[in-house]
């Protein structure tokens, strides 16, 4: 099974401020098409999750620009360039070129 | 609107057996991969199970292989999860959602249907 790591568990962030969550898999996730299949989401407090980026770094549709995605093979990059209050909860990573596709342990963005 | 409808949660004995629906409307539901994503209190996220458009491939997690099974009605636009066995660490909300191709992404998710298995 693919491993996947999510640093840190915890990002405590300030509005405004830049942030950055990694995710580092035990596998390549660059399948023979080119694509990296790596996908991020955000599950805010009570909500079901949400898809952030797709393939390693494209936004998915509607998602903020804010949002970034980078990163290739095993080691990946959220980035959001300035965090605003509607960004807190849970960020997961997840997999999807084998399965069992396999999550991220999450980071918990909150606000300072 | 695309939306994903999850039903048949409930509260099950160890050992009993549950089924959940997933309703699908404002696409075309024969045109994608649908999955279920569990999630237990407080913890992270599981995949489960993943079924084709056609139905004609199904994966699962090695924990619930050989007790769960997904399928599809796309007549209907219907996902579903036939739960037998069920065991106390089964207990969690389950969602579903659906991804393009396989590989792909899941989007949208549902809002989820909470099963707990407690004597």
């Known amino acids: 099974d693919i491993v996947m790591t999510q640093s840190p568990l915890s990002l405590p962030v300030t509005p405004g401020e830049p942030a950055s969550i990694s995710c580092r898999s035990s596998?390549?996730?660059?399948?023979?098409?080119?694509?990296?299949?790596l996908a991020w989401y955000l599950q805010r407090p009570g909500q079901s999750p949400q898809v952030l980026i797709c393939?390693?770094?494209n936004r998915a549709s509607g998602v903020p620009d804010r949002f970034s995605g980078s990163g290739s093979d095993t080691d990946f990059t959220l980035k959001i360039s300035r965090v605003e209050a509607e960004d807190v909860g849970v960020y997961y990573c997840?997999?999807?070129?084998?399965?069992?596709?396999?999550f991220g342990g999450g980071t918990k963005v909150e606000i300072k | 609107e695309v939306q994903l409808v999850e039903s048949g949660g409930n509260l099950v004995q160890p050992g009993g057996s549950l089924r959940l629906s997933c309703a699908a409307t404002?696409?075309?539901?024969?045109?994608?991969?649908v999955t279920w994503v569990r999630q237990a209190p407080g913890k992270g996220l599981e995949w489960v199970a993943s079924?084709?458009?056609?139905?004609?491939?199904?994966y699962y997690v090695d924990s619930v292989k050989g007790r769960f099974t997904i399928s599809r009605d796309n007549a209907k636009n219907s996902l579903y999860l036939q739960m037998n066995s069920l065991r106390a660490e089964d207990t969690a909300v389950y969602y579903c959602?659906?991804?393009?191709?396989?590989?792909?992404?899941?989007?949208?998710w549902g809002q989820g249907t909470l099963v707990t298995v407690s004597s």
């Open positions: 404002g696409f075309t539901f024969s045109g994608y991969w």
């Open positions: 959602a659906r991804a393009p191709f396989e590989g792909g992404w899941f989007d949208p």
């Open positions: 393939l390693g770094s």
């Open positions: 596998q390549s996730l660059l399948h023979s098409n080119g694509h990296n299949y």
């Open positions: 997840m997999q999807a070129l084998q399965t069992p596709l396999t």
């Open positions: 079924i084709k458009q056609d139905g004609s491939e199904k």
